[in-house]
């Protein structure tokens, strides 16, 4: 199995502040799914890409797929303490298991009042 | 919306006690998955399963099973509890590959402690 690569594993930041975190990997994805697991609860799934260059919005939250569809990116504009969670990207390998994914490790996103 | 559950969200066991976790699923989804999550180590798939009474090895099933004998329920079983299975262990299902795009949805977690 492929690893997703997350970065950056940790990111604090000030209530307000702009961030990108990303996933990064060699295989190529048919889709790929972005989740927020909050403390001590279930991942919760944000979006799903499909298609390379695919830009989709949810409010604050701006989500990329990369044209080769290798990779991932997830921008929070103005970020607020309710974005505070654990950050998963999971792609769908081209080829392989029908129904598994791939996950990476997550990015831990702390925003302080 | 898709709802997941999961039968206890916080667990205390004893070394070599039989543990039985029970997951369901309410989306008539085909596919359901047992992973544990740990610090560091992210998601590991322990097992799934993709239809009643089917079950696929994960990456880490050694000292676990499965048993899938209705659709909508999946339980994982550790057969002799030790204390490196305390972790937070998470049910998800899915639908079939091709109509879904193999999206997960996840229940809220047990969080087993073995003692």
């Known amino acids: 199995t492929q690893l997703l690569e997350q970065s950056p594993q940790f990111l604090s930041i000030q209530e307000g502040e702009n961030l990108t975190v990303y996933c990064n990997s060699s295989?190529?994805?048919?889709?790929l799914q972005w989740y927020r697991q909050e403390p001590g609860e279930g991942p919760v799934l944000l979006v799903t890409?499909?298609?390379?260059?695919e830009v989709k919005k949810l409010k604050r939250l701006t989500f990329q797929f990369g044209d080769a569809r290798k990779d991932s990116s997830l921008h929070i504009t103005a970020a607020q303490p309710g974005d505070t969670g654990l950050y998963l990207c999971?792609?769908?390998?081209?080829?392989?298991?029908?129904?598994?994914?791939?996950f990476g490790k997550g990015t831990k996103l702390s925003v302080i009042p | 919306d898709v709802k997941v559950t999961q039968s206890s969200r916080y667990l205390v066991k004893r070394t070599g006690e039989k543990v039985f976790l029970e997951c369901v699923q309410d989306?008539?989804?085909?596919?359901m998955f047992w992973y544990r999550q740990d610090p560091g180590l992210g998601l590991r798939l322990i097992y799934f399963?993709?239809?009643?009474?089917?079950?696929e090895k994960g990456d880490i099933p050694e000292g676990y099973s499965v048993s899938r004998e209705k659709k909508e329920r999946f339980s994982l079983i550790l057969e002799s509890a030790s204390t490196n299975q305390t972790s937070m262990y998470l049910c998800?299902?899915?639908?079939?590959?091709?109509?879904?795009?193999?999206?997960?949805?996840f229940g809220p977690g047990t969080r087993l402690t073995v003692l």
């Open positions: 998800a299902s899915s639908f079939s590959s091709g109509s879904r795009y193999n999206e997960q949805f």
């Open positions: 295989s190529v994805f048919s889709s």
């Open positions: 890409v499909v298609t390379g260059g």
């Open positions: 999971a792609g769908a390998e081209v080829g392989a298991g029908s129904y598994q994914l791939t």
């Open positions: 989306m008539d989804h085909e596919n």
């Open positions: 399963s993709y239809d009643v009474k089917m079950k």
